[in-house]
């Protein structure tokens, strides 16, 4: 309770779950929101390609005469469907690696990290374009290989802290009672990590909604469906040298906003669950403002960082 | 002695991940369904001579792995005569393939445009870099202030902002003043000299900033945190009680302390980089790697995109080694380790 208390006063946490909201419920409502349906095909005239915005379509028509906003609207479920189950998996697999490597350390422990170091040094952006050009560009292809690729910061996080809580007194209490291994990293071990890997899912939803958008424009989203990224391929390939900012602005800034939203929740969670130095040498509390930044307005000035 | 077994390690480290890589790569584009080395054979695009060269290239008419009958016979070296081996004397030689598009040497192609990418990437994350750095720390100095407020807040803006998007949005506002698209103004000979380059210059600027903004915001994170854990150490008071100016104090103690972490993650960060490279590239029209992956994309190009995509993991690769041997020479408590 005291965390959600924490999250509610800090106004980022706030606004980016309001802003969150907004979208969820685009997406969920998309068929009575949208004015039209952009997977009917329509009949168009010349005139209708790249129309400027008016009051039948708010947001103009795309380079085939069809509906942005309506596009725009529907969008949002494919983004949201991607960064949620893909951060989704990332985090399930991340946390059973760490809580194996962590707990039982030794050469599995060893061999696990490795691969985690391995999928580290390899450019993300890349590999996702190849293996998508090779083995299709379907919607769950493209959701398994960001949750694939997405664990390993996941992974070195509850790894670390296990070792931290494993040695704690609590845990050695239960070990000698003679709890058993999964017992003790299920019922001791797994709660004290839950709280990080919740934070850090929420960012890596940004983060797989990113690379969704990214895969999208450089030609690799799913031809069945409409996401941002791809409005902004077809924007970007077909209509800026029309300067239709009407098909260009609207996907782009939906991104920015649907991934802010994800990172101000995140960087909240993160700051509750991982309460870092809030004062230091060099410190003065005269000019500080009590807004966000995770100070609170009667901290002590003069102490050495808590 | 220990910090020649750590270099060994990281060497070795290096070696295998290129080892699966390579391998990797070989499996991406020969087993899984598609199968994009016939793709290309029976391709109607393709005259009659580069099938041939490509299948005994690739030993299409040979087995996957080894022929399981003749390792039988006894006739090991036989045996193996694979496309597995044929790949890996092909990439032993460099030889990758030809461009379905390009109709060249994939080599050659990847050479010729390979520079390109690294001027951009040098430009653009030096640039950020610095900037991240000075924001990140000045963020720290004034921590809970408003200024350190902006600092976070531009920090998490550009984290949340999609490369391709911010260069669109810079085409948009540029058109007109700056070059927007390729590498030089068409006409434009290497001849010319100082004008060719000073046109090249100019066609750099826009991807440049755009790959520095972007790159920033991570590195305002994290230079902010670990120079806020570097402020709050004893020997900062002590600083502070010898009388030094707060700028001396930062330059001097918190700038040099606080580095050390960033060359790892400039490293580390590197593969996210390159996937930056790549959306701006496209969007610039800036003919590098980034630029020819997309359009191999789009063309189905398989050899191309192979190719670059070695290309880029054997530099990352490298990069990170480089990074590891750096940080032993700077920070003498890697000896230890």
Redesign the interface.
């Known amino acids: 309770m005291n965390a959600v208390k924490q999250f509610v006063r800090n106004p980022m946490g706030v606004v980016g779950a309001g802003m969150l909201l907004v979208v969820i419920l685009i997406a969920l409502l998309a068929p009575w929101l949208a004015p039209y349906d952009p997977q009917v095909r329509v009949q168009v005239t010349p005139d209708d390609i790249l129309a400027p915005p008016d009051a039948e379509h708010l947001l103009g028509r795309d380079d085939a005469g069809k509906d942005v906003l309506s596009q725009l609207i529907y969008g949002a479920r494919v983004s949201l469907i991607v960064g949620f189950t893909a951060s989704f998996m990332s985090m399930f697999i991340g946390t059973t690696v760490g809580l194996v490597a962590g707990f039982y350390g030794g050469r599995v422990g060893n061999w696990l990290m ?1 691969l985690v ?2 999928l ?8 996702m ?3 998508i ?4 560009r379907g919607l769950t292809n493209i959701i398994l290989v960001i949750g694939l690729l997405g664990w390993t910061y996941t992974a070195r996080l509850v790894r670390s802290q296990v070792l931290s809580v494993k040695e704690r007194q609590f845990v050695l209490r239960a070990r000698s009672l003679g709890a058993s291994a999964p017992r003790i990293i299920l019922r001791h071990i797994f709660p004290q990590v839950v709280p990080l890997v919740i934070a850090q899912a929420v960012l890596d939803i ?1 983060v797989a909604i ?1 690379a969704e ?2 895969l999208a ?4 989203g799913d031809p069945t469906l409409i996401s941002w ?1 791809m409005m ?1 391929n077809f924007a ?1 390939e077909r209509a ?1 040298s029309r ?1 239709a ?1 009407w098909f ?2 609207p996907p ?1 800034l939906a ?2 906003w649907v ?2 939203s ?3 929740i995140g ?1 909240t969670l993160d700051q509750i669950v991982n309460p ?10 005269r ?3 009590a ?3 995770g ?1 609170p307005p009667l ?1 002590k000035a003069d102490g ?2 808590e | 002695m220990q910090r020649r077994d750590y270099l060994i390690r990281k060497i070795f ?1 290096a070696f295998i ?1 290129l080892i ?2 390579a391998f990797f790569n070989f499996l ?2 020969r087993i ?3 199968d ?1 080395v016939r793709l290309i054979i029976h391709s109607p695009r393709m005259t009659r001579e580069a099938q041939e060269r490509i299948r005994t290239n690739f030993g299409l008419d040979k087995p996957v792995w080894f022929d399981g009958e003749r390792l039988h016979e006894g006739d090991v070296i036989g045996a193996f005569d694979s496309q597995f081996t044929a790949y890996v004397r092909n990439l032993l030689r460099g030889d990758l393939g030809i461009s379905f598009a390009h109709r060249q040497d994939v080599s050659t192609l990847l050479a010729e445009r390979a520079w390109r990418t690294v001027v951009l990437l040098l430009g653009g994350d030096l640039l950020a870099v610095v900037l991240g750095m000075t924001a990140g720390l000045i963020g ?7 200024l ?2 902006a600092i ?1 807040l531009w920090g ?2 550009s ?7 911010l260069g ?2 810079l ?2 506002l540029a058109r007109g003043r700056l070059p927007v698209g390729g590498m030089v103004t068409a006409g434009l000979k290497p001849e010319a000299g100082l004008t060719y380059w000073l046109d090249v210059g100019k066609h750099l600027i826009l991807p440049t900033i755009t790959l520095a903004v972007v790159y920033t915001g991570e590195y305002i994170l994290i230079m902010r ?1 670990s120079a ?2 570097v ?2 150490e ?1 020997y ?2 002590t600083a ?1 009680a010898k009388g030094l100016s ?1 700028f001396r ?2 330059r001097d103690h918190a700038l040099k302390n606080a580095m050390l972490p960033m060359v790892t993650m400039i490293a ?1 960060t ?3 980089t ?2 930056g490279a ?2 701006v590239e ?2 610039f029209s800036w003919p590098g790697l980034g630029r020819l ?2 359009e ?3 063309k ?1 190009d ?1 050899p191309v ?2 190719g ?2 070695l290309l ?2 054997i530099s ?2 490298a990069a ?1 080694l480089l990074a590891d041997l750096l940080y032993s020479a700077l920070d003498p408590r890697v000896k230890a380790e």
Do not use: C
């Open positions: 490795r170091d391995f580290m040094v390899i450019p993300d952006l890349p590999l374009l190849v293996i050009a090779v083995t299709g940004s990113l958008s990214s424009f450089l030609g690799l990224g902004l970007f800026i300067q900012w260009l602005l782009g991104i920015v991934s802010l994800l990172i101000l960087n870092r130095l809030r004062t230091h040498h060099l410190f003065d509390a000019r500080m403002v807004l966000a930044v100070v901290a050495a960082g | 480290f991940t699966v890589v991406l584009f899984l369904p598609g994009p720290a100095w004034r921590r809970g202030t408003r350190d407020l976070l998490l803006f984290w949340a902002l999609p490369t391709f998007f669109i949005i085409l948009i945190s806020m854990e402020l709050s004893d900062i008071l502070k707060t104090i930062l580390l590197l593969g996210y390159v996937g790549i959306q496209t969007v992956m997309y191999a994309v789009q189905r398989y995109l192979q670059s995509f880029l993991a990352v690769i990170n």
